[in-house]
């Protein structure tokens, strides 16, 4: 075992020859032991008790030359069918890959696509090209490529931009002015008026303004039946729906909303515009009690009561509002000082797995983790419960923040909406996310959005900033995203798992975003999140799951694969002069194509500033390609020095604090017990990042795990010209796990990663930040930086 360990942890990265046959991409514990995979382990063991040197004695004296499968990301007897050269020996043939075949960028598989295929098809999703008008927003860029991408978002037919304001030359009775605050409830009176937004409506407004820098009071009805109570069936306190060509002017006015639910739902609109909102929730102290919002946060120390739980006990100026039960989203260790989350650790609450809001969210039974007893918070008796109470017993007398949310509500959904502005506008609160939605549309435009708390909360949004699904077109043109309580903005796509297979042609599927459309094209992934290869839909019906029908049979459909709709990918995203600050979580999550990130500030954030995702946990993300981050500036990020990665408590690995981190997120989970890799597949392609400044406190500065660049003529790839003031030390990990190198300080670490120039680069720190690869999975590495 230490000849192993020392092959993974320095041994592979000197370039040296050990122990190949324990390296993890050839052989993982868990995925040997799984009965699905070597079901007569059984007869050898019939206790069922596994332990790590009797099965690793077992495959290297019986498995490698029986060619057995011993991991997902490699197979002996495929790796000699593929490669005719390679040894007809096992041993010699593993001893071929880890040592020379890995860094010829040759496949473990014979399923998976060469890189090349990826690529191609990326490069068929470029942004549409739509006509646009001096009125309307368009961003271009040249992308990492060296290709010009325009970004295009279309406003209202009538508006002129030339003109203050825009909707000069409107006739006056589409122009409807909104009566100034009741003493009451404002939502019907603001309700009336956005119905005649809608089309066929008879007294057609195109703009609507509420009252110059008023405050408008939405009280959701009261003792409403539960089949039409609004918390319990998520309905939005305001609707837009079925309107084009459309603004409405919020004037500099707050809307304070009351229930737990929606803010503003915009569905089935096209070129409409918000501006110059302010959206908040009410204070749930208001002396009115009909204008009383939720209460989101509340501070308190966390007490031990034995070695595997704990409770919280609230402070004591804490007020709770009558008759209140707490649904618990999130907490975290708290620094009061600071009024921001303790740089030293995240603790997550029950989130999806507690199935506190995710339940009621899908309208099950919840399964609340904690109760209030008097001022203290206790865990339940349920499995949830036990969770948080064995995360509460190792903190003790630790200051913690409680994020609380009973629905999924966001401040505002944009459902089957597109073409698709948001100017000035600013949210203060929201019970989930601030934005989300997109509903597989394009064109959204973010002008100067500010999320930000106020009334003394410590979190703006209990979780993402803007979070969408969308074709493309999207821009983040300047924006201030402060204290979320997780992702600023996440860019990506929700994919589909395969649950039948009845041919080569035929299957169906469970969990994508929305359903394919005839002639979209569908990308198949394996448990690897290695890219077999696509097929055009012919046709799709049906509900959970869906069925598929594809227009021509293809030979690696299995259940279990993943399918991501290639034509739901974003295509064509600018994100310039954002801010995100103080913050918990990651800043950006990334998952499109012909994208960049510029001129932007990721400061105090709890982990990484930009993550490009691609995650089997939470299957969505998606593999980018041509993509530039340039000229951004990261400070005092990845501040946390240990993370429960998704909630589950299962594992630290030093990559995820990286300020930038690319790589796949793979949650296996064989035999009951998941496991966290990185994808060696190269999904991600033609990467640049540029002229940044780099600050990081726990992490590395960029981490790159399956990345390939495939330059061209008047492309910009690689990690150039940054600078890297100090770098975090990374601590080791489990050796057996995809974490190359020992304790150090980093300012790169490059793993399976192919036609990466890292040049120019300037580090600060004494001693000097260095770079770190793994000689064995990578090539074609130009390296010359000071």
Not at 138 to 162: E, H, I
Not at 503 to 513: H, I, P, Y
Request: with cysteine; net charge negative; proline share 6%.
């Amino acid at each position: 075992m230490y000849a192993a360990e020392h092959f993974v942890t320095a041994g592979s990265n000197e370039g040296r020859i050990g122990a190949f046959d324990s390296y993890w991409v050839i052989f993982d514990f868990n995925y040997y032991v799984d009965l699905a995979n070597n079901p007569d382990l059984n007869n050898a063991y019939v206790t069922h008790v596994w332990d790590l040197t009797d099965i690793q004695i077992h495959w290297s004296q019986h498995g490698i030359q029986e060619r057995r499968r011993a991991s997902a990301f490699f197979s002996v007897s495929e790796y000699q069918s593929r490669y005719p050269d390679v040894p007809r020996d096992p041993a010699r043939a593993i001893l071929e890959y880890v040592t020379e075949g890995r860094s010829k960028q040759r496949l473990g598989r014979t399923a998976w696509a060469d890189p090349a295929a990826w690529n191609s098809l990326v490069q068929q999703r470029t942004p549409p090209d739509i006509s646009a008008t001096p009125n309307d927003v368009v961003r271009s860029f040249t992308s990492a490529r060296g290709s010009l991408v325009k970004v295009v978002v279309k406003s209202p037919s009538w508006y002129k931009a030339s003109l203050s304001p825009p909707w000069q030359e409107l006739p006056a009775a589409e122009i409807c002015t909104v009566p100034p605050p009741t003493a009451n409830d404002d939502l019907k009176i603001i309700q009336s008026y956005l119905d005649r937004m809608s089309a066929g409506s008879k007294a057609p407004c195109r703009v609507i303004r509420l009252a110059p820098r008023a405050a408008y009071h939405l009280v959701l009805p009261a003792n409403l039946p539960p089949e039409q109570d609004w918390v319990l069936n998520h309905l939005p306190h305001l609707t837009i729906q079925n309107a084009q060509d459309f603004l409405f002017d919020g004037n500099g006015s707050t809307l304070y909303f009351t229930g737990s639910t929606e803010g503003i739902n915009v569905e089935n609109c096209q070129r409409g515009v918000l501006e110059n909102i302010i959206m908040d929730w009410g204070n749930p102290f208001d002396t009115n009690p009909a204008w009383r919002g939720p209460l989101f946060g509340a501070l308190g120390t966390i007490k031990k009561d034995s070695a595997t739980s704990g409770h919280i006990e609230l402070d004591p100026q804490t007020e709770l509002p009558p008759n209140f039960s707490p649904f618990i989203y999130t907490f975290h260790l708290w620094n009061k000082a600071a009024n921001r989350m303790a740089p030293e650790d995240d603790l997550p609450g029950p989130t999806d797995d507690g199935c506190d809001a995710s339940c009621i969210a899908q309208k099950k039974s919840p399964t609340q983790a904690m109760h209030l007893q008097g001022r203290s918070l206790v865990p339940n008796a349920n499995d949830s419960g036990k969770w948080v109470a064995s995360n509460l017993a190792q903190n003790p007398n630790r200051d913690v923040l409680v994020a609380f949310t009973r629905f999924l509500g966001s401040a505002i959904s944009l459902r089957g909406s597109g073409d698709f502005r948001i100017i000035e506008c600013t949210i203060h609160s929201a019970p989930y996310m601030g934005i989300a939605g997109g509903d597989r549309q394009r064109g959204f435009s973010f002008e100067n959005l500010t999320i930000t708390p106020s009334q003394g909360r410590r979190l703006s949004t209990m979780a993402d900033g803007v979070h969408l699904g969308t074709f493309g077109d999207v821009v983040f043109d300047h924006g201030t995203f402060d204290a979320l309580g997780d992702d600023a903005i996440n860019l990506g796509v929700v994919w589909g798992t395969l649950t039948t297979v009845s041919s080569g042609s035929s299957f169906s599927m469970t969990g994508e975003d929305s359903p394919a459309k005839p002639g979209d094209t569908l990308a198949f992934f394996d448990e690897a999140l290695a890219f077999l290869g696509s097929a055009v839909v012919r046709s799709c019906s049906g509900e959970g799951p869906r069925n598929i029908q594809l227009q021509n049979a293809v030979s690696w459909l299995r259940p279990g694969l993943k399918a991501l709709n290639v034509n739901h990918i974003p295509s064509g995203f600018y994100i310039s002069g954002v801010a995100v600050r103080n913050k918990i979580g990651r800043g950006m999550l990334i998952g499109g194509f012909h994208g960049v990130v510029q001129n932007s500030t990721f400061q105090s954030v709890t982990m990484s500033g930009i993550l490009f995702h691609f995650s089997s946990y939470w299957s969505e993300g998606a593999p980018s390609s041509d993509v530039a981050i340039r000229n951004n500036q990261f400070l005092n990020t990845s501040t946390s020095r240990h993370f429960y990665q998704a909630g589950t408590g299962w594992g630290a690995y030093p990559h995820l604090g990286s300020v930038i981190h690319i790589a796949s997120e793979l949650a296996t989970n064989f035999n009951k017990t998941p496991d966290n890799f990185n994808g060696i597949y190269p999904v991600f392609q033609d990467i640049e990042i540029s002229g940044n400044k780099f600050k990081g406190v726990a992490g590395n500065g960029i981490y790159m795990s399956g990345v390939l660049n495939n330059p061209t003529p008047a492309g910009t790839l690689g990690i150039l010209n940054n600078r890297f003031e100090g770098c975090g030390v990374v601590r080791q990990t489990d050796p057996l796990r995809p974490w190359f190198g020992s304790e150090s300080t980093s300012a790169v670490v490059l793993n399976f990663v192919s036609g990466i120039s890292v040049v120019g680069n300037v580090t600060t720190a004494h001693p000097a930040c260095n770079v770190r690869l793994d000689y064995s999975s990578t090539s074609n590495i130009t390296l010359s930086s000071r």
